[in-house]
């Protein structure tokens, strides 16, 4: 069945770029989403990219797909420690664009 | 502009005992989903209303049910509650299934302990 995969844990020094991968199985995804889940809190949507684009720029977040080997990732240019959180990717799948979604990442930062 | 509201924030309920959660999606949003996270089991989706209907369901038993008002307001109910049933659940509004441009709005979560 469809399958998001994601390292458990990044650990990068404040200043430095985060890259957070994510791979996936379904080949039909139509969108690819970062969330960002901050402690007791919610999901909040950072980005997303259309399946057709293959890099997506906002500010400090660069989001680069590689349809061919199912790959897609985040990368944080000078991370922050308020940038401290769970990363989760999913994708859209089917005509009802169902959600699959990956454990998520925790990013920590390093002083 | 008020976001996801969910309720209650925390519940401790025994074993065998139901719950019900609720969730107020942001004004003008008509579809609502519903996830379960654990710390094992990641983000699992229950199920996603709109209009009042269920649209999609996850792999979960009849145990977990939802409603949806016309208000566009949701409930989930779960009965006869099992310890695996602690969790984090959230609920996602957006302004309707077929807007995944606009992503999802997600509430604060409702923390249920069973014991």
């Known amino acids: 069945g469809e399958d998001v995969e994601q390292s458990l844990f990044l650990s990068v020094r404040e200043g430095d770029s985060s890259v957070i991968n994510c791979t996936y199985t379904?080949?039909?995804?139509?969108?690819l989403y970062w969330y960002k889940q901050e402690p007791g809190a919610g999901l909040q949507l950072l980005t997303y990219?259309?399946?057709n684009m293959d890099m997506k720029q906002d500010q400090r977040l660069t989001v680069l797909l590689n349809k061919k080997d199912k790959h897609l990732s985040l990368r944080i240019a000078d991370t922050q420690t308020g940038d401290s959180a769970i990363y989760f990717c999913?994708?859209?799948?089917?005509?009802?664009?169902?959600?699959?979604w990956g454990a998520g990442t925790k990013l920590i930062i390093k002083p | 502009k008020a976001g996801v509201t969910q309720t209650p924030r925390y519940l401790i309920k025994t074993r065998g005992q139901q719950v019900t959660l609720s969730c107020s999606p942001i004004?003008?949003?008509?579809?609502v989903s519903w996830y379960q996270q654990t710390p094992g089991q990641g983000l699992q989706f229950l199920f996603e209303?709109?209009?009042?209907?269920?649209?999609n369901k996850g792999n979960f038993p009849g145990r977990f049910s939802g409603r949806q008002f016309s208000n566009s307001r949701s409930e989930m109910n779960v009965s006869t509650l099992e310890l695996g049933d602690s969790a984090l659940y959230l609920c996602?509004?957006?302004?309707?299934?077929?807007?995944?441009?606009?992503?999802?709005?997600f509430g604060s979560g409702t923390r249920l302990t069973v014991v």
């Open positions: 996602a509004s957006s302004l309707e299934p077929t807007s995944p441009n606009y992503g999802y709005t």
């Open positions: 004004s003008g949003h008509r579809s």
């Open positions: 209303y709109f209009s009042e209907t269920q649209r």
């Open positions: 379904d080949s039909s995804s139509t969108y």
């Open positions: 990219i259309f399946s």
């Open positions: 999913a994708e859209s799948i089917g005509s009802n664009y169902q959600l699959i």
